[in-house]
């Protein structure tokens, strides 16, 4: 009986004889179901192999949305400054215009080219087409049909804008951005860890300045050379009329002048 007793608690204690329980996590149970939902079709019942593969071929064979997208940001960016280019040519030629007779081309090239509120922000067009206008006065409805069409274009762009920095997605996206921007900043700014914890407990305690500290130092020797020699009144003399905070030199920050942006200054002209 001993030893069936002894051989019972062998086999107990054996590894293969152990339940093996498998430990789910959250992440397993999303991954599990993400793929079931995957793999299922869409009455409900599961794809049959001959299915998949029918899907993986037409998800080989189509292009990908995201790439499409990034191509046609870089060409949008790339066009938006061809005609930047254009329109700044088109501003130093109008600028430079005396005879009247040379308006009517540089008018075609006007109307061919692609405004949009970027375009008239950066290149300025209206002031001085409004120039031209009032140094060619014979041109004058043209130049007035252009600029009403250049100021529903703004506008439109103008809605477009507002439209889409109000949307909820907008505001995510600029969330997600910030949140990001603020990461890298505190990877790009580590801490000093030479500062004194001591000072630092809290937040709202500034830390100690080269001008506190080196007062302090000079507080404490003057307190320890009246204190040991007090007959010497000549010496602590000399030694209170040098100040050396007087001598450190604090560098001097220039404000920055603000200059007016141009963005304002088309604004009020189309608004008018």
């Known amino acids: 009986?001993?030893?069936?007793?002894?051989?019972?608690?062998?086999?107990?204690?054996?590894?293969?004889?152990?339940?093996?329980?498998?430990?789910?996590?959250l992440a397993t149970r999303k991954l599990r179901s993400k793929l079931s939902r995957e793999r299922q079709g869409l009455n409900g019942k599961w794809e049959s192999n001959a299915d998949k593969a029918k899907a993986r071929i037409a998800r080989r064979k189509s292009l990908r949305l995201g790439s499409m997208?990034?191509?046609?940001?870089v060409s949008t960016a790339r066009e938006t400054k061809d005609e930047i280019t254009k329109g700044r040519e088109l501003v130093s030629e109008l600028e430079s215009l005396v005879d009247a007779a040379l308006?009517?081309?540089?008018?075609?090239r006007l109307q061919q080219l692609r405004v949009t509120a970027v375009l008239l922000k950066r290149t300025m067009l209206p002031p001085v087409?409004?120039?031209?206008?009032?140094?060619?006065?014979?041109?004058?409805?043209?130049?007035?049909?252009?600029?009403?069409?250049?100021?529903?274009?703004?506008?439109?762009?103008l809605?477009?804008?507002?439209?889409?920095?109000?949307s909820p997605v907008?505001?995510?996206?600029?969330?997600?951005k910030a949140q990001v921007a603020r990461k890298s900043?505190?990877?790009?700014?580590?801490?000093?860890?030479?500062a004194p914890l001591a000072v630092c407990k809290s937040e709202t305690q500034p830390l100690p300045t080269l001008e506190s500290t080196t007062e302090r130092s000079f507080k404490r020797s003057a307190s320890v050379q009246s204190s040991s020699s007090s007959s010497s009144s000549s010496s602590s003399s000399s030694s209170s009329a040098?100040?050396?905070?007087?001598?450190v030199e604090v560098p001097v920050q220039r404000e920055q002048k603000k200059k007016k942006l141009k963005q304002g200054k088309i604004t009020s002209f189309f608004c008018t």
């Open 185 to 194: 900043q505190e990877v790009a700014a580590p801490v000093d860890i030479t």
């Open 103 to 108: 308006l009517p081309p540089l008018m075609d």
């Open 1 to 25: 009986a001993q030893a069936r007793s002894s051989g019972f608690r062998r086999m107990v204690v054996r590894k293969t004889d152990k339940i093996c329980r498998r430990r789910e996590t």
């Open 129 to 157: 087409l409004a120039g031209v206008w009032k140094r060619c006065p014979e041109a004058k409805a043209e130049i007035k049909a252009l600029l009403e069409k250049w100021r529903a274009a703004y506008r439109r762009d």
């Open 69 to 73: 997208f990034d191509q046609l940001k």
């Open 159 to 166: 809605a477009k804008a507002k439209e889409k920095a109000a």
């Open 242 to 247: 040098y100040d050396p905070v007087a001598h």
């Open 170 to 176: 907008f505001a995510v996206v600029a969330a997600r």
